[in-house]
């Protein structure tokens, strides 16, 4: 017979024969940057969620540069919005604003820069729209100001999640020719239009005011497209490719793996609001499913692990 019971015994022994670990320096947590002065906004759909004024970002950052998590995936929430998403590459902005705090005062935690139309334009679609149709070409010199004018706010890495084509090689490019060819490009590449986003765009204020985002992001019903998409940000200069959301796709996570660049994982809003959801109402034991949950990521072949679990996590790896 064969007894695989025998390294199930004990303790040590599972430990001594365990494959998958989660290390605190895998892990980045998202983070809401809002204008105002005092504010710290819990978000309905996630809690212990906020958007926190700059001014109120020494809380969240102790507590994150504390914690032995590598950084923060940034989100600027604006105070005008329009069609052209102005404040959005604004050097005064509030991305910006937050970005130039954070690394003078905390330079240690990591600044990744989400790169994205939607939270600063007035219909919150991704890209620029005309007539209706969201045009990709004529998006592409926006997101690179937003992309160079992040840089120079002094951000760690820039991450695009708009999912235009080509964007990849426009914001490497200028990044390249405003003398940032050393940061590196995080792509959000195989982002599905996913239900599980809605939390986020409470949070964010970025919901689009008509239609959805089905004709940019990807259908979840395509893996091999993923592959493609995937592929294509890596010839045009990705050093990073991201796969989201995270649960529902770690079959794309793991066929991810085989182009041999760091696969980051976004475990996007609406997974964490079913496991927060679940736990208070004592139906769930959120430090177990929030467990399982993350190793089956690493376990898939995920090396950078994006959620807003990753405070509790960083904590409970400590315990
Ligand atoms: C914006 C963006 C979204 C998320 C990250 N960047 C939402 C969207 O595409 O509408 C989702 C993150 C989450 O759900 O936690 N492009
Ligand atoms: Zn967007």
């Given at each position: 017979m064969k007894r695989f019971r025998r390294l199930r015994t004990t303790e040590t022994i599972r430990t001594l024969v365990r494959e998958t670990h989660i290390q605190k320096e895998n892990l980045i947590y998202p983070l809401f940057v809002i204008e105002g002065e005092n504010v710290k906004n819990p978000v309905p759909s996630m809690p212990e969620i906020y958007q926190y004024s700059v001014d109120r970002l020494d809380e969240i950052l102790t507590q994150v540069s504390e914690s032995g998590i590598s950084g923060v995936l940034l989100f600027g929430i604006p105070k005008a919005k329009d069609e052209y998403a102005t404040s959005a590459y604004d050097p005064d902005g509030i991305t910006q604003k937050a970005v130039k705090y954070i690394k003078k005062n905390y330079p240690e935690v990591l600044v990744i820069a989400d790169v994205c139309l939607c939270e600063y334009t007035s219909h919150g679609h991704c890209g620029i729209v005309d007539n209706g149709v969201i045009l990709n070409d004529e998006t592409l010199p926006y997101l690179c100001r937003m992309a160079v004018s992040l840089a120079q706010a002094g951000a760690d890495m820039i991450a695009p999640s708009d999912m235009m084509d080509g964007r990849v090689s426009a914001i490497r490019n200028a990044l390249d020719e405003n003398g940032f060819m050393h940061i590196p490009i995080m792509a959000y590449s195989a982002k599905f239009a996913s239900g599980y986003y809605s939390p986020f765009r409470d949070a964010a204020q970025s919901a689009p005011c008509f239609g959805d985002r089905k004709s940019y992001q990807?259908?979840?019903?395509n893996g091999r497209e993923a592959l493609r998409e995937i592929e294509a940000d890596i010839q045009e200069g990705a050093d990073i490719i991201m796969v989201k959301p995270a649960l529902a796709y770690l079959d794309i996570v793991r066929e991810a793996t085989q182009f041999g660049v760091p696969v980051a994982v976004y475990n996007v809003s609406g997974e964490y609001a079913m496991v927060k959801s679940a736990s208070q109402n004592g139906w769930i034991d959120e430090r177990k499913i929030v467990t399982e949950n993350i190793i089956a990521m690493k376990r898939a072949g995920a090396d950078i692990i994006i959620t807003y679990h990753a405070l509790d996590m960083a904590k409970w790896l400590e315990e």
């Open positions: 990807m259908d979840y019903a």
